[in-house]
């Protein structure tokens, strides 16, 4: 078992390059210096998770140790995406945060159906955003155990 270290991969899954920049921000802010992967769409983030086309390399594109996704993506959407990672046995261990605008208790509670570990709405202010982020890294970055990637892979 481990907690999640500064080594260990992010991959952020958000179409919004404002509200990326703003959660690299947020984690320069909380001290998070972890590498970070980002895909713009749904698409691109399964791509990465299943090694095809741009990310078929396994050395460059390692498994994550944690998702943060956004819902409201082009094409495949977010929800898709929860989908077919928990419903994958190489996958379903990896802890998906869902990290949207949607506070739609519809979309909560089918996130939840599907195997979000979290779900966070954004906050609209950038102090918001920022508290936000530090309590999702106090939690699964120094709280939350997680079974070991090789295991997994």
């Known amino acids: 078992m481990k907690n999640i270290s500064p080594n260990h991969l992010i991959l952020i899954v958000e179409d919004s390059d404002i509200d990326y920049e703003t959660t690299i921000r947020a984690f320069k802010k909380s001290s998070m210096a972890n590498p970070v992967q980002r895909c713009e769409d749904g698409e691109e983030a ?3 998770l299943y090694h095809r086309n741009q990310f078929s390399d396994k050395v460059k594109s390692p498994r994550p140790d ?11 959407d977010g929800r898709e995406v929860l989908e077919e ?8 261990t990896i802890p998906v945060i869902v990290l949207t605008t949607s506070s739609d208790d519809k979309d909560i509670e089918n996130c939840y159906q ?5 779900y966070i709405h954004k906050p609209v202010d950038l102090q918001g955003f920022f508290e936000a982020i530090q309590r999702l890294k106090d939690f699964w970055f120094e709280v939350a155990i997680l079974p070991k990637n090789e295991m997994l892979t």
Do not use: E
């Open 46 to 48: 399964l791509d990465y």
């Open 114 to 118: 599907a195997g979000a570990n979290s």
């Open 66 to 76: 944690l998702i943060l996704l956004d819902l409201n993506l082009p094409g495949t």
């Open 85 to 92: 990672i928990k419903k994958d046995p190489k996958l379903k």
